[in-house]
């Protein structure tokens, strides 16, 4: 236990150093006095501007978005108790893509400039992921094996990239533009407007996946073992099903597809704390999505200054090499 608090403790530390760095380095340097002089006073003028509209939020979005995307990806391990399934490896991302790029496009050239609201988009995105897990739960109950489970997932998320592709042929190049951008994958564009939405709807699946942690135990180890514990595991399933779709929606709406951060922070987590207890992962699940998140989006704005790389650059180069060491590394059977 005392490992436990320690190890967590120092990843809180480094967090919160990463974050003074995160507010200070940056094409204009700010010393750190004024950085946190601009927080204290809220000021939008000069320095202050850049600290206060541009990188704060931007900053608290990665926290954030890594911690949801991390628990999200816990959540999903343990529902399909399979260690390779994420958002991204099962289709939820691009079922929320889809749906995202449906509002963009007809949106916009339909008029309905309401469904362009942050709640409107985040309506959208919610839905596609809901119907992509739904698809997925009820593929996962009726086929036992799990390399299929995942070449299906796959393949939906190639179906809903397919008629996002199909949208495109209707859309002004502008339009164009600003969805392959969205789906490049950035936090900079992410504002304390829609910070008011992001913050409430994570929190929202974050207090959905906390009480499910035990009974998600339970079914790791098999849905009859479950159920003679008394689980009840349709409610299990509708209550992770929910938390996921929010934590994974309600974040790549606004940021675009966030790679393998949902798949190998989890994996992280279980290396370095050497548990497969849900209960006992969910905390550093949390800090080292928000950390990794964080630490990626920094090196994508900062490493080729003043171009700044797409995120899914960087959390691709960490996230792939984690995952091939934990296939060589646990010996994964497929069948």
Not at 134 to 148: E, G, N
Not at 164 to 178: E, G, P, R, Y
Not at 261 to 280: E, N, Q, W
Not at 295 to 321: F, H, K, Q
């Amino acid at each position: 236990m005392r490992r436990y608090v320690k190890i967590n403790l120092a990843i809180l530390s480094i967090l919160i150093l990463s974050c003074i760095f995160y507010l200070y380095i940056g094409p204009i340097k700010i010393p750190f006095t004024q950085v946190f002089t601009c927080i204290l006073t809220q000021r939008n003028a000069g320095p202050c501007m850049i600290v206060n509209d541009l990188r704060l939020p931007r900053m608290i979005a990665t926290i954030i978005g890594g911690a949801a995307l991390s628990i999200a990806g816990l959540i999903l391990q343990f529902l399909f108790r399979n260690p390779i399934v994420g958002p991204w490896i099962l289709g939820i991302e691009s079922g929320t893509i889809l749906f995202v790029a449906m509002v963009l496009i007809l949106g916009t050239s339909l008029n309905m400039i309401a469904l362009l609201h942050p709640w409107g988009l985040l309506t959208a995105g919610v839905t596609g992921a809901l119907l992509v897990t739904l698809i997925m739960l009820v593929v996962a109950a009726f086929v036992r094996s799990v390399v299929t489970v995942l070449l299906i997932g796959i393949m939906i998320g190639y179906i809903c990239g397919a008629i996002t592709d199909f949208l495109k042929a209707f859309a002004q190049s502008w339009q164009i533009h600003a969805l392959a951008m969205w789906v490049l994958g950035t936090f900079s564009l992410v504002t304390w407007h829609q910070l008011n939405v992001m913050l409430p709807v994570t929190m929202a699946g974050l207090m959905l996946a906390l009480p499910l942690a035990k009974p998600l135990n339970a079914v790791l180890l098999g849905e009859d073992y479950a159920r003679s514990l008394g689980v009840n595991i349709k409610l299990v399933r509708v209550l992770s099903v929910l938390s996921a779709s929010l934590l994974t929606a309600g974040i790549i709406v606004f940021t675009g597809p966030i790679a393998f951060i949902g798949l190998a922070v989890p994996h992280i987590a279980r290396l370095m704390f050497k548990t497969s207890d849900a209960r006992r992962l969910l905390l550093p699940t949390i800090l080292l999505g928000a950390l990794i998140t964080e630490l990626c989006d920094l090196c994508a704005r900062t490493v080729l200054m003043p171009v700044e790389l797409p995120i899914n650059s960087v959390t691709s180069l960490i996230g792939a090499p984690i995952l091939i060491l934990l296939l060589l590394k646990r010996r994964v059977e497929y069948d």
